[in-house]
């Protein structure tokens, strides 16, 4: 569940940054007063700061962008596309993996490239400009994703899923990049902050326009509920998730424009850009190879590829899950994404309170071992079983008399992907606060960059096993045991790291 997104929605699983932000709340009733308020000092890379117009314009970016995460590839188009457009939940769920993990293959082989130039090839913002013009493009055309479609129509789809995906890890490499020369050494991670805060409430915010525009007019008789579905679009068509696309595409649009207007870019080094690419990769290898002098720092970042992978594969395949088992259509879908959005942003307040109660080791211990918990008792629910021994009588009165949730099964499911849901925020929050505890202090930035780096380039390992085994067993349960795999051999792992600083040689 990006992201991840991330102590304020899924969402942040996507945008690995250093320090914790706070919560959502916290962030949006004192960021913007904080930001305004800072004095012209100096940014992180010893620069003068941005104006508070230009820091704010980078943070609303973000609000542009990272809809993205929660409406497309988590509870609403991807599970339709599963559902729906391939037409069965088995194939579909392997196909959506196979789009997810041909995605972050082609993440892991640019992101070093990407990096470099962004470490040294000055402007950001015409590469900014045109990958999100790529993901705007391909998701205006999700419009033509057709129920029950057609192989090459599948296949084209596909594509635009990918070309999306690939265009939004790319665009936050030199989105993030900017950060430093913005804000000053404290105020970075309050900006960080501010942009994740911004990015999981818009998200919520198209949510809930889909779902009272388009999903729930015709359906329910309550107020301020149209009685008809906007702009005409035929539900039976499932035509309400198809405009989840263009209405996202639209959003970006717009508000991206402060960011290119306000937000000041780096100069031009006028660095050749093969070799602004070798440098970076370079500079990667030297830091990978000195970790023969770190062998603590070096355990842990492997856990955290394992558990990390894990987390990524649980967003990526939880809408699609949840909408195949229970055949949830649109509303409860969007209801279950605005839902569950909202408790995950709890999630940065409990890894912040774990990590000061018992240290960032024993924290990621709750928290990953919680989420591999609440994981694995999720498959074991279904329409007519609760935990799969205690049957559920599908005639049985319903619990209430609304359009969604209306079973004990699907109710004891939502709490089980509530917790889940705030186990996995407080866990990146508490695996970042673990690396900036065990590294050396004078290559902090160093490390964290590979931190980030090692989390773009081995996303695809997890949801391939995924992948692999749901088509393997023609069963979506057993595929989504990979995900318990990747997150027990990350705390495996764990066992074996220290909770102590190195130092630097």
Not at 441 to 448: A, H, K, N, P, W
Request: glycine share 8%; with cysteine.
């Amino acid at each position: 569940m990006s992201a991840d997104p991330e102590a304020v929605g899924l969402a942040a699983i996507v945008e690995e940054t250093t320090g914790t932000p706070p919560s959502a709340a916290a962030i949006q009733a004192q960021g913007f007063a904080q930001l305004i308020s800072e004095p012209a000092e100096r940014s992180a890379i010893g620069e003068r700061v941005a104006s508070p117009t230009g820091r704010i314009s980078w943070a609303m970016f973000e609000w542009a962008r990272n809809p993205y995460v929660l409406v497309m590839t988590i509870y609403v188009f991807a599970p339709y596309f599963a559902n729906n457009v391939v037409g069965d939940g088995v194939r579909g769920q392997g196909i959506a993996g196979t789009i997810q993990m041909y995605s972050g293959i082609a993440i892991a082989m640019l992101a070093p490239f990407l990096g470099a130039i962004a470490d040294c090839g000055g402007r950001r913002k015409p590469w900014i400009a045109f990958f999100t013009l790529l993901m705007v493009a391909a998701m205006f055309a999700m419009w033509l994703a057709v129920p029950h479609a057609s192989g090459a129509q599948i296949l084209f789809i596909g594509a635009l899923m990918a070309v999306a995906n690939v265009s939004f890890d790319a665009s936050a490499v030199f989105h993030n990049s900017l950060l430093p020369a913005l804000a000053t050494p404290r105020g970075v991670a309050r900006l960080s902050g501010l942009g994740l805060a911004l990015g999981n409430a818009a998200a919520i915010l198209l949510l809930l326009f889909l779902l009272v525009a388009f999903a729930l007019p015709g359906h329910v008789a309550w107020s301020l509920i149209p009685a008809r579905p906007l702009w005409g679009l035929d539900q039976a068509g499932h035509e309400p998730e198809r405009i989840a696309g263009p209405v996202c595409a639209l959003w970006l649009i717009v508000f991206s424009a402060p960011f290119f207007l306000f937000t000041p870019d780096r100069p031009s080094t006028n660095t050749p850009l093969v070799r602004a690419m070798l440098q970076g990769v370079r500079s990667v290898i030297r830091t990978i190879r000195s970790l023969r002098h770190y062998r603590n720092v070096a355990t842990y970042l492997l856990a955290r590829l394992f558990f990390n992978d894990g987390m990524t594969a649980i967003l990526t395949f939880a809408g699609i899950y949840s909408s195949s088992i229970f055949h949830w259509g649109a509303i409860p879908m969007l209801v279950y994404g605005i839902e569950v959005s909202v408790f995950a942003g709890f999630g940065g307040l409990l890894g912040a309170r774990l990590d000061n109660a018992f240290g960032s080791k024993r924290a990621l211990f709750v928290s990953i071992g919680g989420t591999a918990l609440f994981g694995l008792l999720t498959l074991t629910m279904a329409p007519d079983r609760i935990f799969w021994i205690i049957p559920y009588d599908l005639h049985a009165p319903k619990v209430w008399n609304g359009p969604f949730f209306n079973t004990w099964p699907e109710l004891i499911y939502l709490l089980m992907v509530n917790c889940t849901a705030v186990l996995i925020t407080a866990g990146y929050a508490n695996s970042r606060t673990m690396l900036a505890r065990i590294a050396p202090v004078e290559r902090m930035t160093e490390f964290f960059g590979l931190y980030s780096l090692s989390g773009l380039s081995t996303s695809f390992l997890a949801i391939g096993m995924v992948t692999w085994l749901t088509f393997a067993s023609h069963n979506q349960r057993i595929g989504l045991l990979g995900e318990e795999f990747f997150l027990i051999a990350g705390l495996l792992l764990m066992f074996f790291v220290k909770e102590e600083r190195a130092q630097a040689v």
